[in-house]
C-alpha cells in the first residue's frame, strides 16, 4: 500500500516554509574507513620485521609464529604467519557505525625480493545511506518511506512522517501504535537540502534531492526492459553458461526479474533485492544485480555464514584437524582435558550438538531471557570472549534432547576448530577453503576480544557466497578437489533436527517445495534481510539472493515463497515440453505459521 498520493515536486523557495518544499526523493551518505588501497611492503632484516604501509614504517612484533603490527589511534591491525609462497595475513579495520568492532579481511603478500614481501591492504570503506521518499498526503501531511540499505533502520523504527516547525524538521516513527520522534535536524531553503540526526550511527547527515536514475529504485524510476545476457565469465571458479544451456525457460526467468525491476518503491515493505543469481548443471546462467549493488561489492550474509561456520567445521575434519564430530566440546576448548568439576550435560555436549543447534544451553535467540543468547551476549561487557562467554552458559536440557535457535552454537563450534587447528580459524578458513575455491575476499566480523565470529554477518560477494551451495550440492567436491567429506556433506543438508516449524541440518535449513506433481528436498542457508542460498539436489541447481529487508515482514515471503512460486516452475527435466507455457506457481511456505495459518514468531536470523 503506498504511503501517500505523489505531489509535484516544488521549484526550490515555493510555498517558503511550509511541509510542500519536503516532498519528493532524498539521500544522505556517510563514508567510514580510508578510501583508498594501501600498499604494505614487509621487510626482514635479521630477525627483526617492519612493515612500510604507504610509506610508514612501523615495527612489527613476533610472537607464536605470527608477526603483526598496529597503527597508531586504533586505526587498523595487521597479523600475518609466514609461508613458502608468502605471507598470509588479516587485516582488521577499526569499528564504524556500521560494525562497531571491525571485521577482519584477508591480505596475501608475495615474495619482492630478497627477505621483502608485498601486498594490498583493501581500502577498508564502509558505508551509511538513507534514501527519503516524501510524499503528500490527501491531509497535507508528508508520509515517507526511509531506506537504509545496510541496517533497514527506517523500517525498524517505524519511519513515518516528516513535520515541519519553521526550519525545524522532524522524522517521526511509530512502532506498536505509539508515535515517538526519530530524529530531527533543520531545512536549508536556499540550498534545498535538511539535516537529520543519528547519532549512533555517525551523527549528522546531509539529505539532497536524487533523481529518477536513483539507487532506490531496483533500476531507476522509469528502467529500459529487461534483457536476459549470459554472465560474464571470471578467473573465480565459476564455469558460466546461458538459461537454455542449462534447460531453464528464459522467458518466465525474464518476466520475473521484470517483475523485480518494476516493483513500486512507495511501500516500507516492498522487496529489497540487491542480487539474484542462480547455477545449474555446475555452471553460473543467471546473475542479476539491482539498487546499485555489484558482482565486486561484499554483502553481508548475516546468519546464512552459520553456514560457511559449518562448511569450515567440515573442512577442517576433513583436513585432519583433530576434530571429530563427536569431540566433547569442553574437552577441546580445554586443551585435552575436560575442567575440573565440570557438570555431566556439559561434558556429554559434542562438536555435533553445536552444528544442530542442539547444545541444551540456555541460548535461544528467540528469548529474551536466555542468558546465552545473542542479543545478551553482545551486550554485556564482563566477558569480552564470546567462547568463553558462551562455556559459561547455564544449561536448559541435556545435549541432543532439542534444537534451539542460538547464534552461540556455531559461533563455538568456530572456536573448536581454531583450538583444534592451534590458529585463527580465518587461517584455517584460508587454506582449507578460501585458497582452493578462490574465495580471497570477506569481512568477518570479530567479538570484542578479536575471536572472529561463527554466528553470522560475515561478508561475501555473491558470486563466492554460492559456491558452498555448489559444494554441498557436488557432494563436498571443488574442480575435481575434495573440501568436505561425502558423508558430511549429505548430513549438512539433511534434516536432522526440527526446528522452527522446518527441519535443520549442520546450520543448514531444509524445507520440502512444490514442483510439478511432486516435491523436492531443498536445504538453504538463510539470514535476516533476504540472505539466501537454495540448493535442490533433485533438479541440480544452487539460487542465490541477497537482500536488504532487514526489519521487513516480507523476507520470510522472499526467502521461502520465491523459489517455489517464480523460480522452480521455470526449470525443466529432460523429456519436458519446451513449447509448454510456464505459469507461476501458488505457494506459501509453511514455514513461520501455526497451524490455523497465522504468522508465529519465528528465530532472529540476523
Not at 552444528?355 to 543468547?373: E, I, M, Q, V
Not at 549438512?492 to 522446518?502: K, N
Request: aromatic share 10%.
Amino acid at each position: 500500500m503506498s504511503i501517500g498520493v505523489p505531489a509535484q515536486v516544488p521549484t526550490p523557495g515555493n510555498k517558503s516554509g511550509s511541509v510542500d518544499e519536503l516532498v519528493g526523493l532524498w539521500k544522505a551518505k556517510q563514508q567510514f574507513g580510508f578510501g583508498a588501497d594501501r600498499m604494505l611492503i614487509i621487510r626482514k632484516t635479521g630477525e627483526t620485521y617492519t612493515a612500510d604501509l604507504a610509506g610508514r614504517v612501523l615495527s612489527m612484533r613476533v610472537e607464536k609464529g605470527e608477526i603483526s603490527f598496529s597503527l597508531p589511534d586504533a586505526q587498523g591491525t595487521f597479523s600475518g604467519k609466514l609461508q613458502k609462497s608468502g605471507i598470509l595475513g588479516h587485516w582488521v579495520a577499526p569499528g564504524t557505525p556500521l560494525f562497531s568492532r571491525g571485521g577482519a579481511s584477508p591480505i596475501f603478500l608475495r615474495p619482492d625480493g630478497p627477505n621483502r614481501w608485498r601486498g594490498v591492504v583493501t581500502a577498508s570503506q564502509s558505508s551509511f545511506t538513507f534514501y527519503l521518499l516524501a510524499q503528500k498526503r490527501p491531509d497535507g501531511t508528508i508520509g515517507v518511506v526511509l531506506r537504509n540499505p545496510e541496517r533497514d533502520i527506517g523500517t525498524q523504527q517505524g519511519a513515518r512522517e516528516l513535520r515541519r516547525e519553521g526550519n525545524v524538521i522532524r522524522l517521526i516513527g511509530a512502532r506498536q501504535n505509539k508515535e515517538r520522534e526519530i530524529s530531527s535536524g533543520t531545512f536549508d531553503a536556499e540550498n534545498d537540502q535538511f539535516t537529520l540526526s543519528f547519532p549512533n550511527r555517525g551523527g549528522t547527515f546531509d539529505f539532497r534531492r536524487e533523481s529518477d536514475e536513483s539507487d532506490f529504485y531496483p533500476r531507476g524510476k522509469t528502467p529500459t526492459r529487461y534483457t536476459y545476457g549470459s554472465p560474464t565469465a571470471l578467473d573465480d571458479g565459476w564455469a558460466t553458461g546461458t538459461l537454455a544451456d542449462a534447460n531453464i525457460d528464459g522467458p518466465s526467468i525474464a518476466r520475473f526479474i521484470q517483475k523485480l525491476i518494476d516493483t513500486p518503491m512507495d511501500n516500507p515493505d516492498a522487496p529489497q533485492i540487491h542480487s539474484i543469481l542462480i547455477a545449474r548443471h555446475g555452471r553460473l546462467v543467471l546473475e542479476e544485480y539491482f539498487h546499485g549493488y555489484t558482482r565486486d561489492m561484499l554483502h553481508d550474509t548475516r546468519s546464512a555464514s552459520k553456514s560457511v561456520t559449518s562448511t569450515l567445521v567440515g573442512a577442517a575434519i576433513q583436513a585432519g584437524v583433530p576434530l571429530a564430530l563427536s569431540s566433547p566440546v569442553y574437552k577441546v576448548m580445554n586443551d585435552g582435558a575436560f575442567p575440573a568439576g565440570l557438570e555431566e550435560r556439559k561434558r556429554a555436549m559434542t562438536l555435533e550438538h553445536l552444528l544442530t543447534n542442539s547444545s541444551g544451553y540456555y541460548c535461544d535467540d528467540g528469548d529474551d531471557n536466555a542468558p546465552g543468547n545473542e542479543e545478551t551476549m553482545g551486550n554485556q561487557t564482563e566477558e569480552p570472549d564470546y567462547y568463553r562467554y558462551t562455556l559459561n552458559v547455564p544449561m536448559a536440557t541435556p545435549p541432543g534432547e532439542r534444537s534451539v535457535y542460538c547464534s552461540a552454537n556455531p559461533n563455538l563450534a568456530l572456536g573448536m576448530v581454531g583450538r583444534a587447528a592451534g590458529e585463527s580459524p580465518m587461517y584455517t578458513f584460508d587454506r582449507l577453503i578460501g585458497a582452493p575455491m578462490k574465495i580471497t575476499r570477506y569481512g568477518w566480523s570479530l567479538d570484542p576480544a578479536g575471536n572472529p565470529y561463527g554466528g553470522g554477518s560475515t561478508s561475501f560477494v555473491p558470486r563466492d557466497f554460492l559456491k558452498f551451495g555448489q559444494l554441498l550440492l557436488n557432494g563436498g567436491m571443488w574442480q575435481g578437489r575434495r573440501i568436505l567429506g561425502k558423508e558430511f556433506a549429505a548430513r549438512a543438508g539433511s534434516p536432522l533436527y526440527h526446528l522452527a516449524g522446518i527441519y535443520y541440518g549442520y546450520n543448514w535449513w531444509s524445507e520440502e517445495f512444490p514442483y510439478k506433481n511432486r516435491k523436492v528436498h531443498a536445504f538453504m542457508a538463510l539470514g535476516t534481510g533476504d540472505q539466501m542460498i537454495t540448493v535442490v539436489p533433485e533438479l541440480d541447481l544452487v539460487i542465490g539472493v541477497f537482500g536488504a529487508n532487514y526489519a521487513s515482514r516480507v523476507q520470510f515471503d522472499v526467502t521461502h515463497n520465491w523459489v517455489p512460486r517464480y523460480i522452480l516452475p521455470s526449470v525443466r527435466e529432460p523429456g519436458d515440453d519446451k513449447s509448454a507455457p510456464v505459469v507461476d506457481r501458488e505457494y506459501t511456505s509453511p514455514y513461520g505459521r501455526s497451524k490455523d495459518g497465522s504468522r508465529v514468531t519465528r528465530p532472529d536470523l540476523r
